[in-house]
């Protein structure tokens, strides 16, 4: 890629989300869609997290992941949902490039994190039906926090991976991206 001092180039300073479709009514079908869909994966995901929290037979280290894993997937969707809702409902769909790097980011730590999660969680269950009678000291509470602390890690190296190399692009030239959020490869 050329430098900026190699010739008369202008930064970009955002992009143009082209997102799914031109249609109005195909947008509003879709806005309502999303919208319904996007309040009931934040609503069953709360009440899993506040049932977990709330019940006391559930604290095992399978619902300790699972509570987190809700949480994570709360922070997934709410990290692309609201910015492609918008733009249902704007003419024209931009985003900063700052923007476009913090939902980049996000989506990668979270993302990231949630397949550490499940891992995690696949872990468990193959602990606790090959080894049930040490099941309870190999999956403690202070291991189940460490087994945390490398999910929420791992998906922080992977997006400052992402989000680091997203910045120190230079970006000249068309500025639509035919996606309706900002991911690394459009």
């Known amino acids: 890629m050329d430098s900026p001092r190699d010739g008369n180039h202008t930064a970009v300073k955002g992009f143009t989300l082209l997102g ?22 934040i609503s069953g995901n709360l009440s899993t997290i506040i049932l977990i929290r709330i019940s006391s037979q559930l604290h095992h ?21 609201p910015n492609m809702l918008k733009n249902f409902l704007v003419e024209r769909n931009t985003i900063s490039c700052y923007g476009c790097g913090t939902q980049l980011g ?21 602990v606790a039906i090959c080894n049930p009678l040490l099941y309870s000291t190999k999956m403690s509470t202070q291991v189940c926090v460490q087994f945390l602390t490398v999910a929420y890690v ?30 690394f490869a459009p």
């Open 106 to 126: 996000s989506t990668a730590f979270f993302g990231a994190a949630e397949c550490f999660l499940l891992a995690i969680m696949a872990y468990d269950r193959f």
């Open 20 to 41: 799914l479709t031109d249609n109005l009514i195909l947008q509003v079908i879709l806005f309502m869609t999303i919208l319904c869909t996007y309040l009931v994966t």
């Open 154 to 183: 791992g998906g922080f190296i992977n997006a400052s991976s992402f989000t680091i190399s997203f910045y120190f692009l230079i970006f000249c030239g068309p500025n639509r991206v035919n996606h309706f959020f900002c991911d």
């Open 61 to 81: 280290p399978m619902y300790f992941f699972l509570s987190h894993l809700a949480f994570v997937d709360i922070c997934l969707s709410t990290s692309v949902t």
